[in-house]
């Protein structure tokens, strides 16, 4: 007898938006968007094995503001490695739901995740070059407001490469923090840097705040 296929919430062939848990959200609220690999995960390079997968300490504590503040959670992350043919959408899945079962343990939530895997080195369908979807483009940003009734202006963003500054920024954005960054503006995006102790109290005032 034939093995049942796994669904997926892919909405296209290289575009994964999955809502995750029972919350519900008022319209109009910001959201604390991040970048996943390298920002809430160590950066493993393509990282498709859940065992691999360690979080990084210092995310947690912006999370749980976020929690508490009854503010969505939105992770936004690139994920080339699948066009690329390094692993498969099931492998993301399984690493994924690795690191919401990480984040969980700490009491940690995520409200939606979306991934973009389209990617110009990549074989068809997945083969497109600057994707809407692919950061630094708005576009997952720009879709998780169209699902949660965002105000993507008083939004914030963490993310550990100069394209997730950018693509908040090109999404409306005004409040940014760069891993071990430097401060600067991008696109009307405020950039600052999340290195320290000192900064991460900046970030938790600023989730406070919303």
């Known amino acids: 007898m034939a093995e049942d296929k ?4 892919l909405v296209e062939p290289g575009l994964w938006v999955e809502r ?17 690999d390298g920002t809430i995960n ?15 300490p210092q995310m947690l504590p912006p999370i749980e503001a976020a929690n508490r503040a009854g503010v969505p959670v939105v992770v936004v992350t690139n994920q080339s490695g699948i066009a690329r043919g390094y692993f498969d959408w099931d ?38 070059s600057d994707h809407p979807m692919r950061k630094p483009n708005p576009g997952m940003l720009l879709e998780a407001g169209r699902h949660l009734g965002l105000d993507l202006k008083r939004s914030l963003i963490i993310g550990d490469k100069p394209a997730d500054m950018e693509a908040g920024g090109r999404a ?18 405020a ?10 109290d900046g970030l938790l005032a600023a989730i406070r705040s919303l």
């Open 6 to 9: 796994v669904s997926y919430p």
């Open 20 to 36: 995750i848990g029972a919350r519900t959200f008022p319209t109009g609220l910001p959201a604390l968007f991040l970048d996943r």
């Open 42 to 56: 160590v950066d493993t390079d393509y990282p498709s094995d859940p065992a691999d997968i360690v979080l990084r």
């Open 91 to 128: 492998a993301f899945a399984r690493v994924n739901q690795r690191v919401l079962d990480l984040l969980a343990e700490s009491k940690a939530t995520v409200d939606m995740v979306l991934a973009c895997a389209y990617h110009e080195a990549g074989s068809d369908p997945l083969a497109v």
């Open 172 to 189: 409306g954005l005004t409040r940014g923090w760069l891993v071990d960054g430097e401060a600067s503006t991008m696109d009307g995006l």
């Open 191 to 200: 950039v600052a840097p999340l290195r320290d102790a000192r900064d991460l």
